[in-house]
């Protein structure tokens, strides 16, 4: 693969935003043909005389230090794959980082020219320019590529593929300044972009050869795109974070005054961006030709959408809500690979939740609802006040309730009729009104494990909300932790069949959480290590996206940390309950954007990536970032720059079965 880079200067003496995010690079082919049985085999050429596959693990390596202060700059691996075989023999392959491209430089878009890859775009698809700097100017690009899907179409044809057509779909979630280092977080219109690669049939390797920028001014643009999943049917399934809060009461999602510089941004006007087109879910379709299309369903509750998870019955999705008070949220369409149309619902806990004890659901209905119905609602200018009563201060009015979202305390009363509007543009304020068990702080990416019937979800932190005693935590939710653990941990959910929602109703699915507990715990450090690290380096901290591989049972988590110095992808085997480190990112920088796939033409991939490289915290930097900060900018482009890429071997070509 050819990649050129464009110079790219400025200083840049940040700080990490408060409101992290993700990012979209492939990772890993693993090799082999994976079968309906679950073995693996050899990816061409099989004559049977070969062992046959039993398991997959990861070594887990060390964690950089300044010992090596080069492996902290950049993205490291010092791991391997272990494949073992039916004949008791293993064998071992060293893993490697091999990039596409960096964001900021030049891509070919298929037509014979270039793009710059992570570019922003307005509502009429012109570069979005940055002139923060006299003389200096030039289109604004994503230093945070996030989210990311890996596919096949059947009858792909794109000019230059030699091989196999692969996909990617690559989301950017924001860009973290501009070259005067003003904060650009939320002010600019998300990019989504369809990747063409060419797969090596014999390695596996995969080489991009086209950049397709998808045309989102239909859906009026995307508001800060994180975590993202391919759907069974194919799709990518997006998402649009910290919803923008049409009250503009601090109530979680993003203050007006964030939308009014995306909307300028956008439409080239303040006050054109309404907050109800943001905060729900888009879906991209991927051409055969390599381009992409995009549409927003409004059916999903209007949330802080990280990260959706839908299940084998290709109806029933559970959704991530990354927020403080945020809550498991669940979605059951009416029709299979369809979601533009069904029933909301929320948790409630009905016994408590901490770190020792497993909490039971049941399920709040919120409404059923067709996207075209609400989006009618917000086209026709349905404004907040006519959906409801949202009081910061106490009325004194028995006919409003008491709730708590963002550690603040609201009184809410729906009006008249307007039950529907509120269930699915105001969900926040609607689902914990109704007594759904908005106690999360940052429940963010969620998977299933189909063979178990598990799903897991990441929580970023247990702190506030979470933990008795303190600011946002109602008691009566049932999420109550004797401490806190900043830190976090990961959740698990039994899934089943049968469950009764509050209307008495059964509902339609086999895939329903009955109840929850945590597997994995962080452990924070009372002082800081020798580098800095606030939490114990060899435990997850802060734990971001997950995505699990069927065929490896492993179930993959990305960091985004306030609390390492480097953030880690983990590999989780549940079976064994081994956690095995497996690559470390850029200092300062997230490992997001995870994506699982069993096989691909006879290869495994599992994306991940990273963003924002060289964010510097303090305390947690203090020690590392004199050492490190020189590296990281040379490395990626003053830090205005992350790559997209993928983890592979050190050899030609990893194979699951000898």
């Not at 202060?69 to 993205?75: G, H, L, Y």
């Amino acid at each position: 693969m050819t990649e050129v880079r464009s110079p790219i200067t400025g200083a840049t003496l940040s700080r990490r935003t408060l409101i992290r995010a993700m990012a979209g690079a492939p990772l890993l082919p693993l090799a082999s043909s994976l079968t309906a049985a679950g073995l693996l085999t050899a990816c061409g050429g099989d004559d049977g005389d070969d062992p046959a596959y039993v398991s997959a693990t990861f070594s887990s390596m060390a964690a950089p230090t300044l010992a090596n202060p080069a492996n902290m700059a950049t993205t490291y691996t010092a791991s391997s794959l272990v494949v073992a075989y039916d004949d008791k023999s293993t064998r071992s392959f060293t893993l490697a980082y091999q990039p596409f491209f960096m964001t900021g430089t030049t891509v070919p878009d298929g037509k014979g020219g270039t793009l710059v890859a992570g570019g922003y775009y307005d509502i009429h698809n012109q570069p979005i320019v940055d002139r923060s700097v006299a003389g200096a100017e030039r289109q604004f690009f994503s230093d945070c590529p996030d989210g990311s899907s890996l596919l096949t179409v059947d009858g792909a044809s794109v000019a230059g593929v030699t091989g196999n057509t692969v996909f990617a779909v690559v989301q950017f979630e924001y860009t973290t300044r501009n070259q005067a280092l003003a904060s650009m977080y939320g002010q600019l219109p998300s990019p989504i972009a369809v990747l063409t690669l060419d797969q090596d049939k014999s390695t596996g390797k995969l080489k991009l050869v086209k950049y397709h920028n998808v045309d989102t001014s239909g859906v009026k643009g995307l508001w800060i795109t994180c975590g993202a999943s391919l759907s069974p049917w194919g799709t990518h399934l997006s998402s649009e974070e910290y919803e923008p809060d049409a009250f503009d009461q601090g109530a979680l999602g993003q203050s007006l005054a964030v939308l009014k510089g995306f909307s300028q941004n956008l439409f080239g006007d303040a006050s054109t961006a309404n907050p109800y087109d943001y905060g729900h879910m888009p879906e991209v379709t991927v051409n055969k030709d390599g381009t992409g299309t995009i549409k927003k369903h409004y059916c999903l509750g209007r949330i802080s959408h990280e990260l959706i998870q839908v299940m084998p019955d290709q109806r029933t999705a559970l959704m991530g809500d990354d927020a403080t008070n945020g809550g498991l949220f669940m979605f059951v369409a009416d029709k299979a690979k369809d979601l533009s149309s069904g029933t909301l619902y929320v948790a409630k806990y009905t016994s408590v939740l901490n770190a020792t004890s497993t909490g039971t659901i049941s399920w709040i209905k919120l409404g059923s609802a067709t996207s075209a119905e609400i989006k009618a609602l917000v086209d026709g200018g349905i404004k907040a006040t006519d959906i409801m009563d949202s009081r910061t201060a106490d009325p004194g009015d028995a006919s409003y309730t008491k709730i708590v979202l963002n550690k603040k305390s609201l009184w809410v009363k729906v009006k008249p009729g307007m039950e529907k509007a509120a269930a699915f543009l105001e969900t926040h304020r609607y689902a914990a009104l109704m007594g759904g068990s908005l106690s999360f702080t940052k429940m963010e990416g969620t998977t299933v494990d189909i063979k178990d019937k598990k799903a897991y979800s990441a929580i970023s932190a247990i702190k506030d909300s979470m933990v008795t005693g303190k600011s946002g935590n109602v008691p009566a939710l049932n999420v109550n932790f004797a401490s806190a653990i900043n830190a976090g941990g990961v959740l698990e959910h039994t899934l089943g069949a049968g469950q009764k929602d509050s209307a008495g109703g059964t509902i339609d699915s086999e895939w329903v959480p009955a109840s929850s507990k945590f597997i994995l715990l962080g452990e924070d450090l009372a002082t800081a290590d020798s580098l800095g690290n606030l939490a114990n380096a060899d435990k997850i901290a802060n734990p971001d996206n997950l995505k699990f591989s069927e065929e490896m049972r492993t179930l993959f988590i990305g960091e985004d940390s306030g609390m390492h110095v480097n953030n880690f992808l983990w590999a989780y085997n549940v079976d064994t309950g081994t956690l095995s480190r497996v690559l470390s990112t850029p200092s300062g920088a997230e490992s997001t954007g995870l994506h699982a796939v069993d096989t691909i033409h006879g290869f495994t991939y599992i994306m991940s990536n990273f963003q924002h490289a060289g964010d510097w915290e303090s305390p947690l930097h203090d020690v590392v970032k004199p050492t490190l900060d020189p590296l990281i900018r040379a490395n990626y482009e003053d830090r205005f720059g992350a790559s997209v890429g993928y983890l592979t071997a050190t050899s030609a070509q990893i194979k699951l079965s000898k």
